[in-house]
């Protein structure tokens, strides 16, 4: 498996503030309709992502259609909050045979390594195109209060905030 520090340097990779390492890729000329918004944005968007076993993409939820697809490195657990306030596990990777993944506009959801001793590179395509704007940070007492129903949700959000 590649050295994880010599892929995040020759793939230009930043850190990105939910966790993890990550650097655009591609942002669409094409501007579409934002109905949610005032203005227009780019049709898609696409990152690098990169992950560390003992690193997580924290709670956050943004307001397009997010596609995840497996590069390399271990499987990846995408954790995301359903309409029944329950939390749900999507797999992707190697091990999983289960490439991509995708998670709906406006949802909560995580990520983490399925190994802490490995890591793992994705893309991401966001549709329309991902703005700094769009993207919400979970805070853990706010999801804790919505969200804390069952003794797993409260473990998996407490497990996947960070607390400033």
Not at 9 to 29: A, K, T
Not at 52 to 72: C, M, V
Not at 73 to 90: H, P, S, V
Request: negative net charge; contains cysteine.
């Amino acid at each position: 498996m590649q050295d994880m520090n010599a892929l995040i340097d020759s793939l230009r990779l930043e850190p990105h503030p939910e966790g993890g390492f990550y650097r655009e890729m591609y942002r669409s000329e094409k501007r579409v309709s934002d109905l949610n918004r005032i203005g227009n944005k780019s049709a898609c968007t696409s990152i690098y992502y990169l992950l560390s076993g003992k690193d997580f993409s924290a709670w956050h939820r943004i307001k397009s259609d997010e596609t995840w697809y497996f590069h390399l490195g271990c499987d990846l657990l995408i954790y995301f909050l359903d309409k029944n306030k329950a939390i749900r596990t999507l797999q992707i990777g190697a091990e999983s045979q289960n490439f991509q993944a995708t998670i709906s506009s406006d949802t909560w959801f995580a990520a983490r390594p399925l190994s802490e001793d490995a890591y793992c590179l994705v893309s991401c395509a966001v549709a329309p195109g991902f703005e700094f704007e769009d993207f919400e940070m979970g805070v853990r007492e706010e999801l804790l209060n919505e969200f804390g129903t069952t003794a797993e949700n409260v473990k998996m959000i407490e497990a996947l905030t960070r607390v400033d």
